[in-house]
């Protein structure tokens, strides 16, 4: 025996400026339903409507065609600047609503035509800038005024806090910094070693091996790893604190999130590059040493007295200021966008990845910077 056709039934109710749906019957994917701009239409086509509510005292049945119908008709309402409720509804639907709310759509997901002119694009991109900017120099200034409090003791942070920031900095990160600073030793000298060979100078492997860890290549290798694991964390951990309102929290105790929680990072960071940089340079030699050893047949003390004839104290402090600058622009765009974060948990994905590009951006950039000055002052 054939089972009767689910129905899908509203009723409307208008006093006023105010009218009230009232939804019953089975609303399921196999029965038949209204469309969302059915509905709207004939809420809107007697009188000029100001709020709607949408009970269900009498639903029989339900999936998630109901939250879909209501989240469709709650944008058309949205969009003629109708206030729209939907609490009287039962409380899971309602609970699911709240939560589709709650998490923004993300750009480019919607398969809608964006009808804004040009001029509006490049206005609302400008002004996102300027916002951008203006919380960046604040961010700054905040930073600054914190790190004056610590030099008088007057910063409010835990020094264990700091400790921990230096054991995840520091001794945590040595294999990465291993692996990464030994294969770039390994792929300069081998890449070297096979253009030099042609004119029987390899022993100036040495020199290219040497001059390019500890002047640059070292400090720079360095702050792309730290950037990836170390400012991606940071951007992650405020992000979070900023999604379950703990920042809030530390602001309504009279405690300054940029002293609690940015400043160790931010001193952490910076006190460990020079050392993971330093350690860096030292791998990176090894592995060119490894290269030279094998590929070019080179005594180990002939490569090692090379190197140290091709480097001076000059080439290590370049290394090493270099690394001091990339560890506060790590941490600074790590806290920065952890800081700035949405309410959501897909926020804290496009924190942590802004995070790492602007990190990595910030690097490429102190680089060029650094290497032009340092020609022009001729060291």
Sequence with gaps: MREPA????????????????????????????????????????KVAVSAVSITADELQESDMSLPTFVLALHRLCHQSDITFSFDELPEATARLLRMAQAVPGQKGVRSELDNSSLLSVIGTDAMAVGRGWHATLEFIGGCCIALGRMAVGRAQ?????????????????????????????????????????????????????????????????????????????????????????????????????????????????????????????????????????SVLDLPARLYFNQSMEVLDLTQVVIGLCTSIVFGVLIAMAGCLQGMLCGRSSAAVGTATNTAVVNSITCIVVATAIITVICSVLGI
Excluded at 275 to 290: E, F, P, S, T, W
């Design 6 to 45: 689910k129905t899908s039934s509203f009723e409307i109710r208008q006093e006023g400026g105010a009218a009230e749906l009232q939804i019953s019957g089975c609303w399921v994917a196999d029965a038949k339903r209204p469309a969302a701009e059915e509905v709207f239409a004939l809420l809107t086509k």
């Design 157 to 293: 942070f835990r020094g264990s806090d700091l400790l921990a920031v230096i054991q995840e900095c520091g001794a945590r990160a040595l294999p990465i910094v291993s692996l990464i600073g030994f294969l770039m030793g390994l792929i300069l000298a081998f890449v070297s070693a096979m253009q030099l060979k042609m004119f029987g100078a390899e022993i100036y492997v040495a020199n290219l091996v040497g001059i390019g860890i500890v002047r640059v290549l070292g400090a720079v290798m360095t702050g792309i790893v730290m950037a990836g694991r170390t400012g991606a964390s940071f951007a992650a951990e405020l992000g979070t604190m900023q999604v379950n309102e703990e920042i809030d929290a530390l602001e309504t105790l009279g405690i300054s999130p940029i002293d609690f929680l940015v400043l160790p990072r931010l001193v952490g960071l910076t006190l460990m590059m020079p050392l993971l940089c330093a350690y860096a340079d030292l791998v990176g030699l090894l592995g060119g040493l490894v290269v030279g050893m």
